[in-house]
């Protein structure tokens, strides 16, 4: 085989590989325009429709009472705190510290008492030397309501259907372990076995 043969082969060659060179890098711009035209190569992104979800629970509080579409009615006319869910002053107990898991609530004698949801009397007591007359009430979710130093709404009794606001009772002259106080409904809201603030479960309250 002659020299310019040889030459001619190789020229043929290079220009084959250059074609399919050529060939090869529009097939790989082709591909990419067809990903990025259909997004394949963009993130999956979650679009935020602005929904929230119907009973949204607080990681930092999970007993917390979140049922928004619940709200929970004043036990007293005026909601005028005297004593929180707080580590304090026991005036009434020879001056000691403790810790008070209930809301006091400043109110007269014979200001009626209302529940705070709808529900069910689950006990009375009446005249409990450190409890006063206390009538509790379970409702929906795990919550229970308990109302302190007051006189019980005549007739009412165990195993009662309440709806929100109806009267239980009346605020009486205080006594058992809060006798030194002025006279306050003593307020208690249970979640699931445990007591909470009840400045969390008024939160949602008309004010």
């Given at each position: 085989?002659s020299?310019e043969?040889?030459k001619?082969?190789?020229?043929?060659l290079?220009?084959?590989?250059?074609?399919?060179?050529?060939?090869?890098?529009i097939?790989?711009?082709?591909?990419?325009?067809?990903?990025a035209?259909?997004?394949?190569?963009?993130?999956?992104?979650?679009?935020?429709?602005?929904?929230?979800?119907v009973?949204p629970?607080?990681?930092?509080?999970?007993?917390?009472?979140?049922?928004?579409?619940?709200?929970?009615?004043?036990?007293?006319?005026?909601?005028?705190?005297?004593?929180?869910?707080?580590?304090?002053?026991?005036?009434?107990?020879?001056?000691?510290?403790?810790?008070?898991?209930?809301?006091?609530?400043?109110?007269?004698?014979?200001?009626?008492?209302?529940?705070?949801?709808?529900?069910?009397?689950e006990?009375?007591?009446?005249?409990?030397?450190?409890?006063?007359?206390?009538?509790?009430?379970?409702?929906?979710?795990?919550?229970?309501?308990?109302?302190r130093?007051?006189?019980?709404?005549?007739?009412?009794?165990?195993?009662?259907?309440?709806?929100?606001?109806?009267v239980?009772?009346?605020?009486?002259?205080?006594?058992g372990?809060?006798?030194?106080?002025?006279?306050?409904l003593?307020?208690e809201?249970?979640?699931?076995?445990?007591?909470i603030?009840?400045?969390?479960?008024?939160?949602?309250a008309?004010?």
């Amino acid at each position: 085989m002659s020299v310019e043969k040889k030459k001619s082969k190789r020229k043929n060659l290079l220009r084959y590989l250059i074609l399919a060179a050529c060939i090869l890098l529009i097939a790989a711009i082709t591909v990419i325009t067809v990903c990025a035209v259909n997004d394949w190569f963009q993130p999956q992104l979650t679009v935020d429709t602005g929904t929230k979800p119907v009973n949204p629970v607080d990681p930092d509080d999970p007993d917390k009472p979140t049922d928004t579409t619940v709200t929970a009615a004043n036990p007293v006319s005026n909601l005028d705190v005297t004593r929180d869910y707080e580590f304090g002053l026991d005036v009434s107990l020879s001056n000691s510290y403790r810790f008070h898991q209930a809301m006091d609530m400043a109110a007269k004698v014979g200001d009626n008492v209302v529940a705070s949801l709808d529900g069910t009397v689950e006990n009375i007591t009446v005249g409990n030397r450190t409890k006063g007359t206390e009538i509790t009430i379970v409702h929906e979710g795990g919550i229970k309501t308990r109302y302190r130093f007051i006189n019980v709404k005549e007739g009412l009794k165990k195993g009662d259907k309440v709806k929100r606001g109806d009267v239980i009772g009346t605020v009486a002259e205080p006594n058992g372990n809060e006798f030194k106080q002025d006279p306050h409904l003593h307020f208690e809201v249970e979640k699931n076995g445990k007591l909470i603030d009840p400045a969390e479960f008024l939160e949602i309250a008309d004010k």
